[in-house]
Structure formats: structure tokens, C-alpha cells
């Protein structure tokens, strides 16, 4: 079955980066599009990027652009998120999220991780 | 700035039907956009439910539904059962990228 197992949470200070890591098992990785969406405390979800695991190509939400970078090691079917420049704000959980097949007409998200929570305080 | 708007809050008796929209600021929704909507309990992840506006996933129950309502992405729960309290969200894809509505409550009472 499909999973999708992320990394244990972090502490950060203002202006520090982080690096969350998502293990995808159950499938071929690299036939599925990732997407990154994070959750602030009592807040709905926000799209932060997309990432071809085939050529690594990678689209941002304009909100991310310039402090975030998405990669992948097809060798161990692993996705990484690096957001730098934390501030306050930051403070959230973020998921990795599995999306349609590449080269699928249709545009979905099926599977989630559990979720990563970061935190930014000084 | 494009903002996609689901109801805040809907209250609906156990056994009855209720009908959940998504709407765009861009105007009508249509299957182009892909909505797909999500369900997420308190302290889990979200999951899954419909794809590509009336397609189940196939661990979804068939009480769920999704369709196009009245220039919206809607879903409806038939026989709705005390479990099914949680926030649901849709999604609609852009050419930016995907955009989350703001979640709706659902509370079964």
C-alpha cells in the first residue's frame, strides 16, 4: 500500500532554514507527481509547490519563491522541502502529498504524510 | 489574487443529507479545475475523498458524492453518520498551481 512516512519535527530560530524529508514506499516513485502543503495552528491548508520525481522539475507558489527548494532521491524514493529565512509565520505543519500520475489528464491529490511540525521561535 | 470560498460552518441531523460548495472569485467552477475534496479530523492528516469533480477514491464510501452545482464544485453526504464530523476542504487547480478553500465545519447534531 502507499505510504508516505515524514521526518520527526523541528525547532527553529527566526531566519534559520529547515529540511523536512518524506519516504514514499508502495509504488513506483517516480511515476506520481509531490506536492508540499502546509497547515498553520487552527488554520486551513495552503499549497506551497510541485515536484516531478522523474526530472525534478519544480513549481512554487509565488508566496515560496526564493526561500523554498524542493528536491528528490529517486535512490531511496525520498522528497525533501528546504525553507529558509523561517520566520514566525512558518510555524506549521507541513505534509508531503502524492499527486496524479505524471502525464495524467486529471489533476488530483490522493495520499498524505502525517505531517511535520515546525517550529519558529526565537 | 484568486480566493477559492467554501461555507465556514454547516450543521446537519445524523441520517440527513447535506450539500457542501466551492466556489472561485474568477468566476463559475468548472470541471477543468479538477476539484477535489478532502476530509481531515482533528489531529490527522487530511484524506482524500472525491477527484476530478464526481470521482470517488476507492476507499471513499458511497455516501459521498461530488458534483458541479450552480457554477460551484459541491459535495453531498447522504446518510450522514456521527463520524462524519471534520473539516472538509476542496481544491481547485489553477494554472499557478492549487488553491485550498478556507475549509468548511461540518458538525453532525
Known amino acids: 500500500q502507499v505510504q508516505l512516512v515524514q521526518s520527526g519535527a523541528e525547532v527553529r530560530k527566526p531566519w534559520a532554514s529547515v529540511r523536512v524529508s518524506c519516504k514514499a514506499s508502495?509504488?513506483?516513485?517516480?511515476?506520481?507527481?509531490f506536492h508540499w502543503v502546509r497547515q498553520a495552528p487552527g488554520q486551513g491548508l495552503e499549497w506551497m509547490g510541485i515536484i516531478n520525481p522523474r526530472g525534478g522539475h519544480t513549481t512554487y507558489s509565488k508566496k515560496f519563491q526564493g526561500r523554498i527548494t524542493m528536491t528528490r532521491d529517486t535512490s531511496t524514493s525520498t522528497l525533501y522541502m528546504d525553507l529558509n529565512s523561517l520566520r514566525s509565520e512558518d510555524t506549521a505543519l507541513y505534509y508531503c502529498a502524492r499527486g496524479e500520475a505524471v502525464g495524467a489528464n486529471q489533476r488530483h491529490i490522493d495520499h498524505w504524510g502525517q505531517g511535520t511540525l515546525v517550529t519558529v521561535s526565537s | 489574487q484568486t480566493v477559492v470560498t467554501q461555507e465556514p460552518s454547516v450543521t446537519v441531523s445524523p441520517g440527513g443529507t447535506v450539500t457542501l460548495t466551492c466556489g472561485s472569485n474568477t468566476g463559475a467552477v468548472t470541471s477543468s479545475y479538477s476539484p477535489n475534496w478532502f476530509q481531515q479530523q482533528p489531529g490527522q492528516a487530511p484524506r482524500a475523498l472525491i477527484y476530478s469533480t464526481t470521482n470517488r477514491h476507492s476507499w471513499t464510501p458511497a455516501r459521498f458524492s461530488g458534483s458541479l452545482l450552480r457554477g460551484k464544485a459541491a459535495l453531498t453526504l447522504s446518510g450522514v453518520q456521527p463520524e462524519d464530523e471534520a473539516v472538509y476542504y476542496c481544491?481547485?487547480?489553477f494554472g499557478g498551481g492549487p488553491i485550498f478553500g478556507g475549509g468548511t465545519q461540518l458538525t453532525v447534531l
Open positions: 481544491v481547485l487547480f
Open positions: 508502495g509504488y513506483i516513485f517516480t511515476d506520481y507527481y
